[in-house]
């Protein structure tokens, strides 16, 4: 594991323990022992780029989308192999549940969230007349602090339904295992997982439920994860 990433997991990991809410878990450090030992089993990768995409095995057809983000002052991505999530949704149709965003002022929100995508000038999208099939449009929850779900293939067809001020815009929303499991890199891969299992540790103990662990985080599960990813990137 690179000094960057060393970092990054020190830094999430002190801020973990400092969190009110997660301190309420009394298998937080079991559950943080865990997540540790996974991430000291996986080397890191090149940053997405030419070198990167060679050393996954990866081809020139493939195509990446890349989402920028902060946390705790690291800047990181998530860089996701677009053609990896339509070979699953061409099988598992199924794992693809289909999500609905209301259109306010250019602005897409679900429940209160917000999807995130690049923005294109009107008069690009004025000559776009074939993008009309919004069940080729993939969103992803974002596993972040802020919620929030992005557009990673499909955004000629969001922009261009925007343009035309539609009202109600239709996406699939890809699973989070397939989501994970299609990052580039198994750092990326890993720490999508370990974002997760936070982002659904604070609901459980914000709602007050008693429940068993095991059933709802990705870490007790992570040794086939783990293999998984080892498999998916040689």
Known sequence: MDYKSK?????????????????????????????????????????????????????ENDQFFMYEFDLLGFTCSFDFNVRYIWELFKNHKDAFDKIFFV?????????????????L???????VKSYKDLDNVFVVD????????????????ICSQIHEKAQYIGAYLVNDSIAGLSLVDPFQSLLFFF???????????????????????????SDL????????YG
């Open 7 to 59: 970092q990054l997991l020190q830094r999430l990991f002190q801020a973990i323990k400092k969190d009110n809410t997660l301190n309420r878990c009394k298998e937080l450090d079991y559950f943080l022992a865990l997540w540790r030992g996974k991430f000291e089993r996986i080397k890191t990768y090149p940053h997405i780029g030419p070198e990167s995409i060679q050393t996954l095995n990866e081809t």
């Open 103 to 119: 259109n306010k002022n250019d602005k897409l929100i679900s429940n209160g969230i917000q999807c995130w995508h690049n923005h």
């Open 121 to 127: 000038p009107d008069e690009e999208l004025k000559e």
């Open 142 to 157: 974002m596993p972040l602090d802020t919620p929030v779900y992005v557009v990673v293939d499909g955004n000629h067809r």
């Open 195 to 221: 974002l997760k299992d936070i982002q659904n540790l604070k609901k459980i103990l914000a709602s007050g439920s008693f429940v068993d662990l095991r059933l709802y985080l990705y870490v007790y599960s």
């Open 225 to 232: 994860l783990l293999e998984t990813i080892i498999k998916r």
